[in-house]
């Protein structure tokens, strides 16, 4: 379990492409600004984003798997709310 611990701290802090490109575009809507989002899919950023968002979606799908074949381990804390 400590191997599962120390490779979620060490991994970097990251954003899903799809998710960070979503919030531009949203925001480029809310100033009305066609032409932000136009520009977006003419360069091919929502193509490269939907792409690399399944692949990390995959990723996060397989670290899960492997978190399911962790022994459980009981906690001394006591979650919030208990």
Known sequence: MQQVIDALLAAPEHVNPAIELAVQVQQAEARNDTAAVDELIR????????????????????????????????????????
Do not use: N
């Open 43 to 82: 360069s091919g950023q929502v193509a490269h984003a939907i792409l690399d968002g399944e692949r990390e979606g995959r990723a996060v799908l397989e670290a899960l798997a492997a978190c399911g074949r962790t022994v459980p381990a009981a906690s001394k804390e006591v979650p919030v709310g208990f």
